[in-house]
Every structure is written in C-alpha cells, then in structure tokens.
C-alpha cells in the first residue's frame, strides 16, 4: 500500500517560487525583498487582519515573522492557523498541503477584497472582466509518457461503473481524455486550461477513505494495535479524487503530485468555451462528471470548479470566455432551508453573486424534493435538470 508523504517531507521539497504562489493566492501580496543577507518573501500581515507589508517570510526555515501586532517568529503552517482565525496546528498543515494538490480551498480568505477594491473601488465587489492567466499545461512528452501506462481503449472505458451508474455516455470519456490506471486500479481524471492543454491530473480511487479506516479501528485502544492502527489510517487517501502522485523520475524539488491551481482554472471550459461565446451563459457545477452529462444532455456551455464553490478568480475565466449570464449548480442544494448544509450552500451562492458585479449570476435549487443527499442537479436525469 502506497503511504502519503508527510507534511514535514512535503515542505522541504517546496521553492521559494511556490511559496510565492501560495502566499499570492491567499492574498498576502507576496514582495521578493532581501532579510539578514539573504532572500526573503515580505507579506501583508493578514495573520491579524493588516494591511501592512510588516510580515517576512524565509523560505529556507519556512517561518514568518511579523514585526507588527503578532511581534514574533512562527512556523508557515501556525501563520495559515493565524489567518484561519482557528488553534488547531493541522488546519494550518493540511491547508497548505491541499493547496499544494489543488484541493477544495477557499481562495476568499485573508484580503482578497481589499485587493479587489484597488480595482474596483468598492470593497464588496469584484471585477469580474480583469485578466486572469491561463495555467500552463503540462509537457506534451511528459503527457504521453505518463498516458502509456493507462489504458484509453473503448472497450475498457465502456465497462468502468465509474461513469455507467450515473449514464454518461463513453464517448464523452474519450472526449474529455478519461483513462483507467490498471496499476492502481483508478480512474484517470485530466484537468485542461482553456486551450485544451492538460495542467493536472486527478486519481479517483475506489480504496477505503480515512475516515472509513478509521471508523473500522475505532474500537482497537490497545497499546499493541496503534502502530499497525495509525500506518493502515495514515496510508489511506483522504478523499476519492486525489492528484496523482508523480514517479521518482518526475519527482523534484516542487509538487509531489500533477496537481495545479485549481481556483485559477475550470473543468471543461476547453470543451465549454464556443458554446458559452455563443450563448453569453455558463452553467457551474462541481464535479466534472456532472460536466460530462451536461454536455451529453444539450448543455456545452457546462463547465465545473472541481470543488464545493467557486472563486472570484474562476468567474473572471468566465467572463473572459464571454459569460454574462452564470448559473451556480453546486451540489447540497436542499429542499428545506434548514441546517448548515444549506447554509453552506447559501454562503457559496448568494455570497459570491453579491460581490460580483456586472454579471447575471443566478443558482439552482431543490424546492420540490427531487434529489436526494449530495446529489449534483443533473445527477437524476434530463427532465429532473430542466
């Protein structure tokens, strides 16, 4: 059984361009500058909510200091606490490490809007037409290398209940590049920019979760059981779509994984973007599986943001693509306005429709009981969708 690396092993393999990346997304307005003799990151100190560049990043002892409120010298994954506003040290380290693999982050912490408000001049909106850069794809030679292992034949994509549980035709697994990984026993998702590059790709593995291993050892106290206990926990993936971790011979000092930016890049826009030209709309959803029903159904103009949400930058793609009406479809979109589930659902939604302007942005909602827990808007069919 392969074993996640560990926080610790990830960091060390991170540059300092990288962790200018992350600092950049999360809207500390990273500045290369020169400390004690050596190179330096300087950053706004959002970890008390500044608006100062009085914060120093060292990419060699990945500690921040910040010479304002804070007045000290911490660990990067303690400053994420910081910022998170939470005590607990592995919110901090999973929250880069996500970042990292291009997980389900919420890239409207820390300052965004006041760097929106630069632009705009009203902090509470966010100009949807600005440029966003494209995410460089991966080398063609590389893409054919990794591909060579996977099996891409009709005859094995037809038979993966992956997609024919949820009816998606096997021609739109050829067409968004789907593959099975035999070694693994995975599917293989890719993630395109808008030129149909591939910029990631994401293994969808039917292992048990984490939490699931976790849930069957939870009754095992012994002291004799916890080291086979937390290597089976340790070892197990965190999600069902995780990036796909990079051979040795790809192995360097940046990503372990063929992970991307997820919040700068959309699933199917390649695929998406005539249509959306065409039609002046978009339809967002979460998963690319609902992408590709979508797009079986008389829907090109679908395209999705691979997490629960999506990011202001994610709107401007859209709005460069020639959007100007857009439909938010996100899953956990529930009958009853009741609970945190739809809480959640109504931050994500009315929250962003508020702060973009210039833009239709409307959302889909579940006022007849036609889906059940979870399910995507189009996961039960045609008709229900329309």
């Known amino acids: 059984m392969k074993v996640a690396p560990r926080y610790k092993d990830i960091i060390d393999y991170v540059d300092g361009d990288t962790f200018f990346d992350f600092f950049h997304d999360i809207g500390a307005d990273p500045q290369w500058c020169q400390c004690g003799g050596k190179e330096a990151i300087k950053l706004l100190t959002i970890c008390h909510h500044g608006t100062h560049h009085n914060a120093v990043f060292?990419?060699?002892?990945?500690?921040?200091?910040?010479?304002?409120?804070?007045?000290?010298?911490?660990?990067?994954?303690?400053?994420?606490?910081?910022?998170?506003?939470?005590?607990?040290?592995?919110?901090?380290?999973?929250?880069?490490?996500?970042?990292?693999?291009?997980?389900?982050?919420?890239?409207?912490?820390?300052?965004?809007?006041?760097?929106?408000?630069?632009?705009?001049?009203?902090?509470?909106?966010?100009?949807?037409?600005?440029?966003?850069?494209?995410?460089?794809?991966?080398?063609?030679?590389?893409?054919?290398?990794?591909?060579?292992?996977?099996?891409?034949?009709?005859?094995t994509l037809s038979r993966l209940c992956w997609h024919t549980e949820d009816g998606i035709p096997v021609e739109q697994l050829a067409a968004f590049q789907v593959a099975y990984n035999p070694e693994n026993r995975t599917i293989i998702l890719p993630h395109h920019n808008a030129n149909g590059e591939i910029v990631g790709l994401y293994e969808r593995t039917?292992?048990?979760?984490?939490?699931?291993?976790?849930?069957?050892?939870?009754?095992?106290?012994?002291?004799?059981?916890?080291?086979?206990?937390?290597?089976?926990?340790?070892?197990?993936?965190?999600?069902?779509?995780?990036?796909?971790?990079?051979?040795?011979?790809?192995?360097?000092?940046?990503?372990?994984?063929?992970?991307?930016?997820?919040?700068?890049?959309?699933?199917?826009?390649?695929?998406?973007?005539?249509?959306?030209?065409?039609?002046?709309m978009a339809i967002v959803f979460e998963g690319a599986k609902s992408v590709m029903l979508a797009h079986a159904y008389g829907y090109p103009y679908a395209v999705a943001t691979h997490t629960f949400g999506a990011s202001l930058n994610q709107i401007a793609l859209l709005a460069q693509a020639g959007a100007v009406e857009i439909i938010l479809a996100f899953d956990r979109q529930y009958q009853t306005a009741e609970g945190t589930e739809w809480d959640k659902y109504e931050k994500r939604t009315k929250g962003l429709a508020e702060r973009v302007d210039m833009l239709s942005v409307s959302r889909i909602v579940d006022t007849g009981s036609l889906l059940c827990y979870k399910d995507a808007p189009i996961d039960r069919g045609r008709e229900v969708f329309q």
């Open 206 to 280: 039917f292992d048990l979760l984490r939490d699931d291993v976790k849930q069957m050892f939870i009754e095992w106290e012994q002291d004799i059981y916890t080291p086979f206990i937390s290597r089976q926990i340790y070892a197990a993936p965190k999600s069902k779509y995780m990036p796909l971790l990079k051979s040795e011979k790809y192995r360097t000092k940046a990503k372990p994984c063929w992970s991307f930016p997820n919040a700068q890049n959309l699933y199917g826009l390649h695929k998406a973007k005539e249509a959306i030209a065409e039609k002046g």
């Open 58 to 155: 060292d990419p060699e002892t990945h500690k921040v200091t910040c010479f304002s409120d804070c007045g000290d010298t911490v660990k990067l994954h303690t400053w994420i606490c910081r910022v998170l506003d939470t005590e607990n040290p592995n919110e901090g380290r999973e929250f880069f490490t996500d970042w990292l693999n291009g997980q389900n982050i919420d890239f409207d912490i820390g300052f965004t809007a006041s760097r929106t408000s630069r632009s705009t001049g009203n902090s509470n909106l966010f100009d949807p037409f600005q440029r966003i850069d494209m995410v460089q794809g991966i080398e063609p030679n590389i893409i054919a290398d990794l591909y060579s292992h996977f099996d891409t034949s009709v005859e």
